[in-house]
């Protein structure tokens, strides 16, 4: 029995010794993190805002990655954080202070001239 030992599913050269509780990759030591109990690809790629669940996409407004449960479907295409939405930014507007400061930098340049 067992003629296939199983090699990491990552990096295809050490035995596999933990399988990924989320993609259930067979991994081995070097790629799996045992406290979440996720392989390096998941936590890599792990929500940013409740850090437990996969992202499935990046939120339009502060870019960063966000599972289905963190943020909010905008319009048929864009996703936004609920941190974002929450505060009322939205897909394609700036961050207030960006936008802010952009004025501010607009000013200077009129003033200059
Ligand atoms: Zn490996
Ligand atoms: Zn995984
Ligand atoms: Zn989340
Ligand atoms: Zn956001």
Known sequence: MGSDRGLCEICRDVGA?????????????RHYERGRGLCIVCTASLCAICGKRLSIARCQVCLRLVCAKCSMQ??????????????????????????????????????EK
């Open 74 to 111: 905008v319009d048929p295409v864009r996703r936004v954080c609920l941190d974002c939405y929450r505060s009322g930014r939205r897909a394609g507007e700036p961050p207030i202070e960006v936008y802010s400061m952009r004025k501010l930098a607009s000013r200077i340049i009129r003033l």
């Open 17 to 29: 010794t933990a399988t990924c509780r989320t993609c259930g990759r067979r991994v081995c030591a």
